[in-house]
């Protein structure tokens, strides 16, 4: 039995288990990432000590065949690229579920959006020691080399991932600003209940329901990419769900991954962020035919 196929008849056995609230949720999403990230960096380093990959050279004469030549010299860019490759997985996952957990406590946009940049950083510093520089060093690359190569991270994933949050988080405090109480008439603009206007207040603009950024939909996304990106992949997710709510109805990634047939998530996550090490085409027919099928509008 393959791979993919043993991990489909794992994940249709356990169930995520519920949480009696969000910081226990959070706590177990941690504590699941914190188990992939080993289990990928045992893989990694077992990797790069028995088999690293070598320094290729490629040589070739005008008008003729390319050839390339291997050296016996480890290819040491690539081994920490590999390794920062998979801290950036454990980062997203995490800052995803920290995220979650802000979003599920209500907390309000400029305070979520100011802890997430707290929490970003600190998890920063705590990933360099812990995982870079001990990995850095388990491998035998050049800590003095090497150090300062962490921290592009900050710019990638980190940055992107506070992107996304921040787009969930201003979200999220529209969407309770919609639900409260309206006062108001044709002669005004609607207001929350509990607003106050002072003397020297700009005047309103005219009432109107509130403008949305356009939202690629789930098709223009898949005619535009193969989704062979885990940036396609959430991109396309996002969009799924966003469409649903406009519907009134709504979806997590709870809903689609349980929809597929799975009783985790675990597969789930491996397709949306297109895990090299375990693909899995019967997942990817799974979540594309959902996404293309539309159930959760039926």
């Known amino acids: 039995m393959d791979q993919p196929a043993f991990d489909d008849i794992i994940a249709s056995v356990w169930t995520e288990p519920e ?4 910081e226990a949720r959070y706590q177990f999403e941690r504590a699941h990432a914190e188990e992939q990230f080993r289990r990928d960096y045992e893989i990694w380093e077992t990797a790069n000590r028995e088999n690293p990959p070598r320094v290729e050279f490629v040589s070739s004469i005008p008008g003729g065949p390319e050839s390339v ?4 010299a480890r290819d040491e860019a690539a081994i920490a690229s590999s390794l920062r490759h998979w801290i950036g997985v454990f980062l997203d996952q995490e800052l995803r579920a920290y995220g979650d957990l802000l979003l ?3 907390t309000p946009g400029s305070e979520a959006v100011l802890s997430f940049e707290q929490h970003a950083d600190e998890l920063l510093n705590e990933t ?8 850095l060093r388990r491998v035998e690359l050049s800590e003095t080399e090497f150090s300062e190569r962490f921290w592009v991270l900050r ?3 980190v940055a992107r991932s506070r992107h996304e949050f921040e787009g969930r988080g201003w979200k999220a405090d529209v969407d309770i600003g919609l639900a409260l109480p309206r006062v108001g008439g044709p002669s005004g603009p609607a207001l929350p209940a509990n607003a106050s206007i002072t003397a020297d207040a700009a005047p309103a603009e005219a009432a109107g329901p509130p403008r949305e950024a356009p939202t690629a939909s789930p098709e223009q996304l898949q005619d535009a990419h193969p989704m062979d990106d ?3 992949r959430r991109a396309a997710v996002d ?3 966003e469409e649903c709510r406009k519907a009134g109805k709504r979806v997590t990634r709870t809903d689609i991954w349980k929809k597929a047939g799975y009783k985790s998530r675990t597969e789930f996550e491996r397709w949306e962020r297109n895990d090299p090490n375990r693909p899995n085409k019967s997942a990817h027919e799974r979540f594309t035919g959902i996404l293309a099928e539309k159930p959760h509008l039926k």
């Open 69 to 72: 030549w291997k050296t016996d």
């Open 128 to 135: 360099f020691t812990r995982k870079w520089l001990y990995g």
């Open 239 to 241: 969009a799924y769900i």
């Open 230 to 232: 885990r940036a396609d």
């Open 104 to 106: 599920s406590k209500g």
């Open 155 to 157: 710019s990638g994933t």
């Open 19 to 22: 949480f009696p609230n969000p």
